[in-house]
């Protein structure tokens, strides 16, 4: 048994991990600045600049559908490929570039980039491991890539000027690419017949949109309400910059877990952790919709037990969706499992932005652990079933 699991590390996927964290310091170069030189640097009203950066998370929709069709079709390095290029093509525009509406496009093209790249690098995982290491792959591809954005965004604060910072990023992707490139996906089809089953055929397997619904809620309810519900819970305390003390904690607490966290992933089947990750967010919801204790020991404690769930979840949803994916869609399965994530990181912030405007900041962590009991409860009917 344990050579086994030795042998779940091949090289290709050592160097696709590799390509992964250095792509992912580029983005913890870059994302904290986004805001800040498209306004200070390029002279952007502060208003526009900040509306301009949902262009990333809109772009994502095309580009996750367009990465399953890529990926299915031609094969996961390909897709993978033309993402990063497209991604390194947004970054220099970012970087070059002065009017508004080639920023915007520049914006837009790093999103659809970025969201070819994800389900394609997924696809490409699940066929160099087998089923029952997917889990554990996926979690540790997550810790890693938080390792590598940590890396890049304390890299970002001797930088000087923001320009270079798209630039750095520009070479991160091109270094992915490479490590893409140089990979041998041993045991995956890279291609496919061009005609066949499309994104329809999804809509008729009843587990997998069990799982895309529990995506939606889960992803609604634990990223949504952290990144947006948080940051105004510390400006109601009147202490915002303990959100910087929250990013260090959250992201220490998923690269120092990481070995319990792949311990769990042995013991527990993906629909035991995916509850279990609920469970660990829901406390930290309830913590912050009913501790009367000070903001600066409740927001710290509520991003560790985020980073804990975020580790449970990482590595079980794709796993659960992988196990129901058919191998000629493969890359659409993934696709669907991103485009949910993102949805529900879409609607978070919107639950947050309504229940700040009534005044109900607290009755938002509590509709987010109504959630989440929601998703506990249903992510065991829609568990595979054994092949």
Same mark, same amino acid.
């Given at each position: 048994?344990?050579?086994?699991?030795?042998?779940?590390?091949?090289?290709?996927?050592?160097?696709?991990?590799?390509?992964?964290?250095?792509?992912?310091? @580029?983005?913890?170069?870059?994302?904290?600045?986004?805001?800040?030189? $498209?306004?200070?640097?390029?002279?952007?009203?502060?208003?526009?600049?900040?509306?301009?950066?949902?262009?990333? /998370?809109? /772009?994502?929709? #095309?580009? &996750?559908? !367009?990465?399953?069709?890529?990926?299915?079709?031609?094969?996961?390095?390909?897709?993978?490929?033309?993402?990063?290029?497209?991604?390194?093509?947004?970054?220099?525009?970012?970087?070059?570039?002065?009017?508004?509406?080639? +920023?915007?496009?520049?914006?837009?093209?790093?999103?659809?980039?970025?969201? =070819?790249?994800?389900?394609?690098?997924?696809?490409?995982? *699940?066929?160099?491991?087998?089923?029952?290491?997917?889990?554990?792959?996926?979690?540790?591809?997550?810790?890693?890539?938080?390792?590598?954005?940590?890396?890049?965004?304390?890299?970002?604060?001797?930088?000087?000027?923001?320009?270079? $910072?798209?630039?750095?990023? %520009?070479?991160?992707? +091109?270094?992915?690419?490479?490590?893409?490139?140089?990979?041998?996906?041993?045991?995956?089809?890279?291609?496919?017949?061009? %005609?066949?089953?499309?994104?329809?055929?999804?809509?008729?397997?009843?587990? $997998?949109?069990?799982?895309?619904?529990?995506?939606?809620?889960?992803?609604?309810?634990?990223?949504?309400?952290?990144?947006?519900?948080?940051?105004?819970?510390?400006?109601?305390?009147?202490?915002?910059?303990?959100?910087?003390?929250?990013?260090?904690? &959250?992201?220490?607490?998923?690269?120092? @877990?990481?070995?319990? %966290?792949?311990? *769990?992933?042995?013991? !527990?089947? #993906?629909?035991?952790? =995916?509850?279990?990750? %609920?469970?660990?967010?829901?406390? @930290?919801?309830?913590?912050?919709?009913?501790?009367?204790?000070?903001?600066?020991?409740?927001?710290?404690?509520?991003?560790?037990?985020?980073?804990?769930?975020?580790?449970?979840?990482?590595?079980?949803? #794709?796993?659960?969706? &992988? *196990?129901?994916?058919?191998?000629? !869609?493969?890359?659409?399965? &993934?696709?669907?499992?991103?485009? /949910?994530?993102?949805?529900?990181?879409?609607?978070? #912030?919107?639950?947050?932005?309504?229940?700040?405007?009534?005044? !109900?900041?607290?009755? +938002?962590?509590?509709?987010?652990?109504?959630?989440?009991?929601?998703?506990?409860?249903?992510?065991?009917?829609? *568990?595979?079933?054994?092949?």
């Amino acid at each position: 048994m344990q050579d086994t699991k030795t042998d779940t590390m091949p090289a290709a996927l050592r160097r696709l991990l590799f390509g992964d964290v250095v792509s992912a310091a @580029g983005i913890g170069l870059t994302q904290p600045y986004l805001v800040i030189l $498209l306004h200070t640097g390029k002279g952007i009203p502060l208003a526009a600049a900040t509306a301009m950066t949902a262009l990333l /998370a809109l /772009a994502s929709f #095309p580009g &996750n559908w !367009l990465s399953g069709v890529l990926t299915d079709r031609h094969g996961g390095r390909l897709a993978m490929t033309a993402g990063l290029a497209t991604t390194v093509c947004g970054l220099v525009l970012v970087a070059t570039g002065s009017h508004p509406l080639l +920023l915007g496009c520049a914006v837009a093209a790093v999103g659809f980039g970025w969201a =070819v790249t994800l389900p394609a690098y997924a696809t490409l995982i *699940a066929g160099l491991v087998p089923e029952e290491a997917h889990g554990r792959t996926f979690t540790l591809q997550f810790a890693l890539f938080n390792a590598g954005m940590g890396a890049g965004s304390a890299v970002a604060v001797l930088v000087a000027d923001l320009t270079w $910072l798209w630039w750095a990023a %520009a070479g991160t992707c +091109l270094v992915a690419i490479a490590a893409v490139r140089w990979s041998y996906t041993g045991g995956q089809r890279e291609t496919s017949t061009l %005609a066949g089953p499309g994104y329809r055929a999804l809509l008729t397997d009843r587990r $997998l949109l069990r799982v895309l619904f529990v995506a939606v809620l889960t992803s609604a309810a634990g990223y949504g309400v952290y990144t947006a519900g948080l940051p105004v819970l510390a400006l109601h305390s009147g202490r915002p910059d303990l959100m910087s003390w929250a990013g260090v904690a &959250n992201c220490f607490t998923i690269v120092a @877990g990481l070995p319990l %966290a792949l311990r *769990a992933g042995v013991r !527990l089947t #993906p629909p035991r952790l =995916v509850a279990a990750a %609920a469970a660990v967010w829901s406390a @930290g919801w309830l913590l912050c919709a009913t501790v009367t204790t000070p903001a600066w020991a409740v927001l710290p404690l509520a991003a560790v037990l985020m980073g804990a769930g975020e580790l449970l979840l990482s590595g079980a949803l #794709p796993a659960m969706v &992988n *196990a129901l994916a058919p191998d000629a !869609l493969r890359g659409r399965y &993934n696709a669907a499992l991103t485009f /949910a994530m993102t949805a529900g990181m879409w609607a978070g #912030p919107l639950l947050a932005a309504a229940a700040t405007a009534l005044g !109900l900041l607290r009755l +938002l962590f509590a509709a987010a652990v109504a959630l989440l009991a929601l998703a506990a409860a249903l992510v065991r009917r829609a *568990a595979p079933a054994p092949r």
